[in-house]
């Protein structure tokens, strides 16, 4: 057994100092670009949220096996890869133990002969096999051959996949013949339980040379794998615990990150400020998370399958996004740490190569695809690996925007007329309070401070104030407001657009005047709670203004009514006999999950069939309205509010119902040309979950 402890040994160090060689180039990259102390902040000082990510998904895997047959194939080949390291630990025992007494009869102290643990060695090691043959069936029927852009691999590294199921099936059956080897000569440490074991043990041969041949094999098969590994997609078995660990909390949706520079938020009246490090201009200002990102991407394809910009045949992959970064990134590595190490490069090659822009048409990202973007969510929410798309996008959109003055012109209005008029249709702020006029009883406007009795302030925003679908939500929802006895107030002319759009854009310093505006105004008038009809502002206020000094009680109106409705002081009795199906708006949906409420709502309505579409909650499709794209054209592909609407009308509904005033326009916009076009009954329309309550309720009284 000496030798096989030699070659045992050799193998080892060989492998080991390959693969570590990788990982040392793998962090000397990451740590090239600037710092993200907020990440390794945030786990440090929320142990107990980082623990239970990781046992929730980690080790629970509850966002892989949302998609069950894969997720529950994934689920047992990774817990084979936590069980059968025992197995290594008996391997290298044995083989040890083997070259020291001779007899390679070694088992894990205490717990080692136990016949659970041989019996959970082999039942996983059987069901890895059999996730491995569902991967294979997976692979082989969902081919880009075959399906093309509607097969979530597409673009993926495909060989690399199929190498990686090889090795790990090598690894299985070479773990089977060693142990079966082991059982044949007696020195197997379970006498019951690894059933699989020791009926290989009953039917192969007493040969100590099959079973010293079969501990190598099985080493070996398990080292090349290693290597394998740290040099593909793979790679994520080590970084995806880590990504998950340092990822944004609770998830990578909700508000938008502070644009930073060298790890610290930008102030914009800094006078040494450089504009030319605004957002990531190219590879080199990644951050050591973005860079995480990369390492972590396993190629699933599960954020392209839901991105509605590639679902209606745009170019953004959110995957691709990924990969394409991550590949130049590997291109330039050699020559980006050297620069870092204060090297000069005088090749032009090199230079160029060092200075591609992150975005433009000769970039590494297409225009197209960066604007492509509506920040729905829907690749983040898949990311069995929490991989942040949307962070990515918006750091490249803040560069092109406020660096290089590159966006799509029609933006450029909307920017002009929040810097002029506080909102992006350049309407008066006088106009905010129009819809006043147009209810019964009196709404109490803000002058200086919040009236005493009122408990909320609603924020109306300025689709509420100021468009006419809207406004029919922000007169439904004071209407209630006043039934159930609640106190309000408005801010009317004061209230300035809450700068989601020019955020998204990523136009961060407009946003930063408008929410800085905003803060100020709520903090001088004594504002706690605010209530707000549009998803958009609610995420604003409630995620993004905090990082600003302004902290307040932020719910979104149907949050509010379903309560209200739950307590008694709404109560819808008036029938409406509709068939409905309810459209999650993504900024309340998925960046906030406020799935419930809505539909809760609905439920009391007497009369009101619902029925949900194909993709909702948070498989929801989004209206195409995010992101900014309310005020960009859609020039590529299908439109995505007209794929939405599609979906809709398989349901055959007499009303689309929602809860955002962006997704009111958008679907109302596309049912309209439908329409127009004959494919849809002239009764349908789309209405606010408000509307339907005030409906019932006001028809009752």
Same mark, same amino acid.
């Given at each position: 057994m000496l030798w096989v402890a030699v070659i045992g040994l050799v193998m080892t160090v060989a492998a080991v100092a390959v693969a570590g060689r990788r990982v040392l180039f793998l962090y000397k990259l990451a740590t090239v670009g600037p710092p993200a102390p907020e990440r390794t902040e945030y786990a440090r000082t929320h142990v107990g949220d980082e623990i239970k990510a990781q046992l929730v998904e980690v080790f629970g895997q509850k966002k892989l096996l949302k998609w069950t047959p894969s997720g529950v194939a994934h689920f047992f080949v990774m817990w084979a890869f936590f069980i059968l390291l025992t197995v290594y630990i008996e391997a290298y025992g044995a083989i040890i133990q083997g070259a020291i007494t001779g007899t390679p009869d070694f088992h894990i102290p205490l717990i080692g002969t136990w016949a659970v643990l041989g019996f959970l060695q082999d039942f996983i090691a059987v069901a890895c096999v059999l996730g491995l043959v569902a991967f294979a069936i997976i692979r082989v029927r969902n081919s880009p051959k075959q @399906?093309?852009? %509607?097969?979530?691999?597409?673009?993926?590294? &495909?060989g690399g996949a199929w190498l990686v199921l090889f090795m790990i099936f090598n690894i299985i059956w070479t773990l089977f013949l060693a142990r079966g080897a082991a059982a044949a000569n007696g020195n197997l440490p379970y006498s019951s339980g690894a059933f699989v074991s020791l009926a290989l043990g009953d039917v192969l041969p007493q040969s100590a040379l099959l079973e010293e041949i079969a501990l190598l094999l099985h080493i070996g098969f398990m080292l090349v794998f290693l290597v394998i590994v740290v040099n593909s997609k793979h790679l994520h078995i080590f970084t995806a615990p880590l990504n998950v660990l340092f990822s944004r909390r609770p998830d990578g949706l909700g508000g938008a990150p502070e644009l930073r520079i060298d790890g610290k938020p930008v102030d914009f009246e800094d006078e040494d400020l450089d504009p030319e490090r605004l957002g990531r201009g190219k590879i080199a200002d990644t951050t050591w998370k973005g860079f995480l990102d990369f390492y972590s991407c396993t190629e699933c394809g599960?954020? !392209?399958? !839901?991105?509605?910009?590639? $679902?209606?045949?745009?170019?953004?992959?959110?995957? /691709? @996004?990924?990969?394409? !970064?991550?590949d130049h990134a590997f291109a330039v590595a050699p020559y980006l740490m050297a620069a870092q190490n204060g090297v000069e490069h005088k090749d032009t090659d090199v230079l160029a190569l060092l200075e591609k822009p992150l975005v433009g048409e000769e970039g590494v990202i297409h225009p197209d695809v960066l604007w492509s973007c509506t920040n729905c969510g829907a690749c983040v929410e898949q990311c069995p690996v929490d991989i942040e798309?949307?962070?990515?996008? &918006?750091? /490249?959109?803040?560069?092109?925007v406020m660096v290089e003055s590159s966006f799509p012109s029609e933006a450029g209005v909307m920017v002009k007329n929040l810097e002029n008029k506080g909102n992006p249709w350049g309407m008066s702020e006088m106009k905010r309070a129009d819809w006043i006029g147009e209810l019964d009883f009196e709404v109490e406007v803000v002058e200086d401070k919040m009236p005493e009795d009122a408990e909320y302030?609603?924020?109306? *925003?300025?689709a509420g104030a100021l468009e006419d679908r809207a406004k029919k939500t922000t007169k439904a929802v004071a209407e209630l407001l006043h039934i159930a006895g609640v106190k309000f107030a408005v801010l009317g002319p004061m209230e300035a657009c809450s700068g989601d759009p020019a955020r998204r854009l990523g136009m961060e310093y407009v946003f930063? =005047?408008? =929410? !800085? #505006? $905003?803060?100020e105004t709520l903090n001088e008038a004594g504002v706690k709670k605010i209530v707000a009809t549009c998803p958009h502002c609610f995420n604003t206020l409630a995620n993004e203004y905090p990082q600003l000094g302004g902290t307040y009680e932020v719910v979104h109106h149907t949050q509010l009514l379903a309560k209200l409705v739950d307590e008694g002081l709404l109560t819808p009795i008036t029938p409406i006999e509709e068939k409905i199906t309810y459209h999650d708006p993504c900024f309340l949906g998925r960046h906030n999950k406020v799935y419930s409420q809505p539909r809760d709502i609905m439920a009391k309505v007497p009369g009101v069939q619902t029925q949900e579409m194909h993709r909702h909650k948070d498989r929801g499709f989004c209206c *195409? =309205? *995010? %992101?900014?794209? /309310?005020? /960009?054209?859609?020039r590529i592909g299908k439109r995505i509010n007209t794929e939405r609407v599609d979906e809709a009308l398989t349901t055959n509904p007499d009303t689309v119902s929602t809860a955002c005033p962006f997704c009111m326009v958008m679907l109302g916009d596309a049912i309209n040309e439908k329409k127009n076009n004959g494919e849809a009954?002239?009764?349908?329309? +789309? +209405?606010? +979950?408000? #509307? &339907? @309550?005030?409906k019932s309720v006001k028809s009752a009284s």
């Open positions: @399906l093309g852009r %509607g097969s979530r691999f597409s673009g993926s590294h &495909l599960r954020c !392209q399958s !839901q991105c509605p910009a590639w $679902n209606t045949d745009k170019p953004l992959s959110p995957k /691709m @996004l990924i990969l394409d !970064q991550r798309h949307i962070d990515h996008i &918006l750091d /490249m959109r803040r560069y092109q302030l609603f924020w109306v *925003g300025c930063n =005047a408008l =929410a !800085q #505006q $905003n803060i *195409g =309205a *995010g %992101g900014a794209r /309310m005020w /960009m054209e859609e009954k002239e009764s349908l329309e +789309v +209405v606010d +979950v408000a #509307q &339907l @309550l005030i």
